[in-house]
T-cell receptor, first 114, second 112 residues
Framework: DSGVTQTPKHLITATGQRVTLRCSPR?????VYWYQQSLDQGLQFLIQ???????AKGNILERFSAQQFPDLHSELNLSSLELGDSALYFC?????????????FGPGTRLTVL | AQSVAQPEDQVNVAEGNPLTVKCTYS??????LFWYVQYPNRGLQFLLK??????LVKGSYGFEAEFNKSQTSFHLKKPSALVSDSALYFC??????????FGTGTKLQVIP
């Protein structure tokens, strides 16, 4: 158990809908990362937050957004969902968010868009 | 832009034999390199990382990795494979601040 929690574990929804994925980092970690894992794209970095502020952006679609709250938990919002958004979404956390930091991953949320 | 390649989709090894999972990288500066393992329906678990210093890095579960700057490689090794090592292994590199690039993953199958 990494100490990173994600809810829900599974989410099934329809195209065009909007969902919110939630992540709680390890105690003491200030930085949160979001990743998407799919069969055709592999593991893709989406976005990173550090202490409430956006620090880096990867291959995140405009339909997707995220934020980190004062209690350091983070939410990833996915809107206007398409079939291709079906994937595993992982959250990871690290102490400072620096390059040498180890990231600890949560168990993931499996999103299925029908 | 940084990149990482795992040339083998799958590696098969007999239990008790040494194993190697290959990784090569491309960065513009000094690399920060990581290995993670993913078991079915689980998140990624950290194994080891190279930041600087000794080229041989020791990690969790008896794994180690050798950093080779001239060959831009960071191969994962274990002297004696266990059936329980069967999983999906990811190499990752971090060069540009904050962004991590993962390889496509290598499925390790340890045969009893």
């Amino acid at each position: 158990d990494s100490g990173v929690t994600q809810t829900p574990k599974h989410l099934i929804t329809a195209t065009g809908q909007r969902v919110t994925l939630r992540c709680s980092p390890r105690s003491g970690d200030l930085s949160v990362y979001w990743y998407q894992q799919s069969l055709d794209q592999g593991l893709q970095f989406l976005i990173q937050y550090y202490n409430g502020e956006e620090r880096a952006k990867g291959n995140i679609l405009e339909r997707f957004s995220a934020q980190q709250f004062p209690d350091l938990h983070s939410e990833l919002n996915l809107s206007s969902l398409e079939l291709g958004d079906s994937a595993l979404y992982f959250c990871a956390s690290s102490v400072e968010g620096e390059m040498a930091d180890t990231q600890y991953f949560g168990p993931g949320t499996r999103l299925t868009v029908l | 832009a940084q990149s990482v390649a795992q040339p083998e989709d799958q590696v098969n090894v007999a239990e008790g034999n040494p194993l190697t999972v290959k990784c090569t990288y491309s960065v513009s500066g000094n690399p920060y390199l990581f290995w993670y393992v993913q078991y079915p329906n689980r998140g990624l678990q950290f194994l080891l990382k190279y930041i600087t210093g000794d080229n041989l890095v020791k990690g969790s579960y008896g794994f180690e990795a050798e950093f080779n700057k001239s060959q831009t490689s960071f191969h994962l090794k274990k002297p004696s494979a266990l059936v329980s090592d069967s999983a999906l292994y990811f190499c990752a590199v971090r060069d540009i601040p904050a962004e991590v690039t993962f390889g496509t993953g290598t499925k390790l199958q340890v045969i009893p």
